[in-house]
């Protein structure tokens, strides 16, 4: 039985053939889907210059979900340092959360958010990727004017993004709670979790070590429609393997057409078992394996596909199978 709370990573996936506008219309209906089935919070993340993820500002989304949502807390998952002034976050996010108490979260990351290297330098003003010690910098920057400039009452909840043993390090000599990107680089998690709880320091944020893992989940009512709504998110890995970015969100059908090496399929069928894809049963037997190795506070579900009626049923079909289980 898993008994910790489930939350949502929205990515905002523009379909093949949608507008933008479109997406960013689905986002609020999302996020009112997710808040009646009582899932914890919902993140979004930021993205450049792709032609299948919108480019939309996380504090811009967390804004408009928080005003058409009434309970369910809300921030970025992540919002990235390097593209920002922390002084500038901090007053967003600060804004925020006075507007909505104890709602809002504030969940930092680190890479440029785009594959195009030309994008990637103008969101930094011509400068180059950040060092190690300038995003610490930001970070502890963001986190000093939080409270020395903006507390404007209650602050945000701040968490550290990490999907690597140096940002798991990060997070704990700040004491931040951690949110770990399984969903991207789930070979690492175990090492990053070691890290973080080895060397945690409590601070004002965070009292003992806390984690949030992200595990990419698709669920319905059979293995074949689980796997038939993964398929695009299968189009855009395979064009990764091959160093192709600018890969449009393909249609099911269109991804059950498509063509793959027999090296593209092991490494998805790879990916794919450290994730949760499947029935109800396989989805929540998974997440319960994935708690339990790496006794997770919580855990985030991203769940790319297609259609945001699909996306909305498998968050749907895992609240009703973990509420029909659970212990009376």
Not at 129 to 144: H, K, N, Q, R
Request: glycine share 8%; hydrophobic share 45%; net charge negative.
């Amino acid at each position: 039985m898993l008994d910790i709370p489930l939350s949502a990573l929205e990515v905002a996936m523009v379909q093949t053939g949608a507008r933008a506008v479109d997406t960013l219309r689905d986002t609020a209906a999302f996020a009112q889907g997710v808040e009646r089935l009582g899932y914890q919070r919902i993140w979004y993340a930021e993205h450049h210059h792709s032609p299948a993820i919108g480019a939309f500002p996380p504090v811009v989304l967390t804004a408009h979900a928080a005003a058409s949502t009434s309970a369910i807390r809300l921030g970025s998952g992540g919002v990235l340092a390097p593209n920002h002034a922390p002084i500038t976050l901090a007053e967003q996010f600060g804004t925020l959360a006075a507007l909505h108490p104890e709602r809002i979260d504030l969940g930092i990351g680190r890479g440029p958010g785009t594959f195009d290297e030309a994008i990637a330098r103008a969101l930094r003003r011509g400068a180059g990727p950040t060092t190690d010690a300038e995003y610490e910098g930001d970070v502890a920057a963001i986190l000093s004017s939080l409270v020395d400039e903006v507390a404007l009452g209650p602050l945000p909840e701040p968490w550290l993004l990490a999907s690597s043993t140096a940002g798991a390090a990060l997070a704990a000599r700040l004491g931040l709670p951690i949110a770990v990107a399984h969903h991207i680089r789930p070979d690492n998690t175990q090492a990053v979790l070691e890290c973080y709880r080895a060397a945690f320091t409590p601070s004002r944020w965070c009292e003992r070590p806390r984690v949030l893992v992200c595990v990419e989940t698709v669920c319905a009512e059979t293995d074949e429609e689980a796997a038939w709504r993964i398929g695009p998110m299968d189009v855009i890995k395979a064009g990764l393997l091959k160093g192709l970015s600018e890969i449009p969100f393909p249609t099911p059908a269109d991804a059950a057409a498509h063509s793959f090496t027999e090296q593209e399929r092991q490494a998805l069928a790879g990916f794919r078992a450290q994730q949760a894809v499947g029935t109800p049963e396989t989805v929540m037997n998974r997440l319960t394996q994935l708690a339990g190795e790496t006794g997770a506070d919580e855990l985030m579900l991203t769940t790319p596909v297609y259609d945001l009626g699909d996306r909305i049923r498998s968050y749907e079909l895992i609240k009703k199978y973990s509420e029909a289980t659970a212990a009376p």
